[in-house]
């Protein structure tokens, strides 16, 4: 995700008293003293509950090929549904990911029926590994001297520069891609086809996982509400803790890497709003906002549900989220003495004790 910024605006925040005497806290709202307590303990939560499991890593790759697709499923205990929720969407969509570019102006053909925009298009789509360097360069030349029509492959394309850091040994993705056709006695040339990092929400393509799924347990499974129904035994989706997850690799990433990569990334993303929270809040008519840039409903949901766990007495705290701008608002509607920037700080570090558990425990699984 690109580095969340957070839109400035005057801030008025009512100040807060720390209670020195037992007369003291009487005098205060119930309502700011379990605030306090809940933001005081926040760095003694307990996460011995949570659990996140391997249960199959299976490889689908086929004899032959370079990079190695796999099917992936675990089980994850003690989170809610906003943390396997961000795990999901983080993984479909919200990782920087590599891809092949070209541009148009190099691309050379006397190809009549080659669009050049579509081979364009086609370059980006072609699975690469994502340990290839950022700045390997690529190139290919190819000529059909038959009377046939010929398919130009990835087979055809050759290393120009192998990269720095980690040099290439040998080229990152599949020989078997289909660029595009090319009649008799034409020729297609591309002088640079470079590497380029985007996200999946830009482009489809710049994704490693697919088919990403992270459902409750089958002795979880939420039962419809009904509306004719005088009980209140229904189960909310809410307080579901038990889940399994599964998604399936392009192989241009292994799994236990990709879950990873996944904490790591919404936990940084967390750390940003965290450093810029506090000029960030405006406050008007008991309502606070805090508008934070380039970012979703993945963090909207996560700190929605994490102010919540923290602070369950607010009496509001709403994420709206506009996707065509990329803007999350958090409007709060707050207590007397409420410090909103208190209360989000103490939600992410709530949100960040649970990531960081999952990573640590995925981390005991290798590569």
């Known amino acids: 995700m690109e580095q969340p910024s957070i839109k400035s605006s005057s801030s008025k925040k009512p100040t807060s008293s720390v209670a020195d005497s037992t007369s003291d806290?009487?005098?205060?709202?119930?309502?700011?003293?379990?605030?306090?307590?809940?933001?005081?303990?926040?760095?003694?939560?307990?996460?011995?509950?949570?659990?996140?499991?391997m249960i199959s890593n299976k490889s689908i790759k086929l004899q032959g090929d370079i990079l190695d697709k796999r099917i992936f499923e675990f089980e994850i205990d003690g989170v809610d549904n906003s943390i396997t929720g961000a795990l999901r969407?983080?993984?479909?969509?919200?990782?920087?990911?590599?891809?092949?570019?070209?541009?148009?102006?190099?691309?050379?053909?006397?190809?009549?029926?080659?669009i050049r925009d579509m081979v364009v298009k086609r370059m980006a789509q072609i699975p690469i590994h994502q340990s290839c360097p950022l700045d390997a360069v690529f190139y290919l030349e190819k000529y059909n001297n038959t009377q046939e029509l010929i398919y130009v492959k990835t087979s055809d394309f050759k290393i120009k520069r192998f990269g720095s850091g980690t040099p290439?040994?040998?080229?990152?993705?599949?020989?078997?891609?289909?660029?595009?056709?090319?009649?008799?006695?034409?020729y297609i040339k591309i002088s640079d086809i470079?590497?380029?990092?985007?996200?999946?929400?830009?482009?489809?393509?710049?994704?490693?996982?697919?088919?990403?799924?992270?459902?409750?347990?089958?002795?979880?499974?939420?039962?419809?509400?009904?509306?004719?129904?005088?009980?209140?035994?229904?189960?909310?989706?809410?307080?579901?803790?038990s889940w399994v997850g599964r998604f399936q690799t392009n192989g241009t990433m292994g799994p236990i890497e990709i879950l990873k990569i996944t904490c790591d990334s919404v936990i940084k993303r967390l750390r940003a709003i965290q450093t810029y929270s506090k000029s960030g809040i405006a406050t008007k008519d008991n309502v606070?906002?805090?508008?934070?840039?380039?970012?979703?409903?993945?963090?909207?949901?996560?700190?929605?549900?994490?102010?919540?766990?923290?602070y369950p007495s607010i009496p509001a705290i709403?994420?709206?989220?506009?996707?065509?701008?990329?803007?999350?608002?958090?409007?709060?509607?707050?207590?007397?003495?409420?410090?909103?920037?208190?209360?989000?700080?103490?939600?992410?570090?709530n949100r960040i004790k649970i990531l960081s558990e999952i990573a640590k425990q995925i981390d005991t699984w290798g590569s």
């Not at 993984?91 to 080659?114: A, G, H, P, R, W």
């Not at 409750?216 to 509306?227: A, S």
């Not at 608002?329 to 409420?338: I, Q, V, Y």
């Open 25 to 53: 806290v009487m005098k205060q709202d119930v309502s700011d003293v379990v605030k306090q307590q809940n933001v005081t303990n926040i760095a003694k939560q307990d996460v011995s509950g949570i659990t996140i499991t």
């Open 89 to 114: 969407r983080t993984m479909i969509e919200e990782l920087k990911v590599s891809s092949l570019n070209c541009q148009y102006d190099n691309i050379d053909t006397n190809n009549e029926e080659t």
């Open 168 to 186: 290439l040994t040998g080229v990152p993705f599949e020989d078997c891609n289909v660029l595009c056709s090319l009649q008799k006695n034409r």
């Open 194 to 241: 470079t590497v380029k990092a985007d996200y999946g929400y830009n482009f489809a393509c710049n994704t490693v996982a697919v088919h990403v799924s992270i459902i409750p347990k089958q002795d979880t499974l939420v039962r419809g509400y009904d509306p004719q129904s005088t009980t209140t035994d229904h189960i909310s989706n809410t307080k579901i803790t």
């Open 288 to 310: 606070s906002k805090l508008i934070i840039l380039n970012e979703t409903d993945t963090i909207g949901n996560l700190m929605q549900r994490g102010i919540l766990e923290v």
């Open 318 to 349: 709403v994420p709206l989220v506009d996707n065509a701008s990329r803007k999350c608002t958090l409007s709060a509607r707050l207590n007397k003495s409420d410090d909103l920037n208190e209360i989000i700080n103490a939600a992410i570090e």
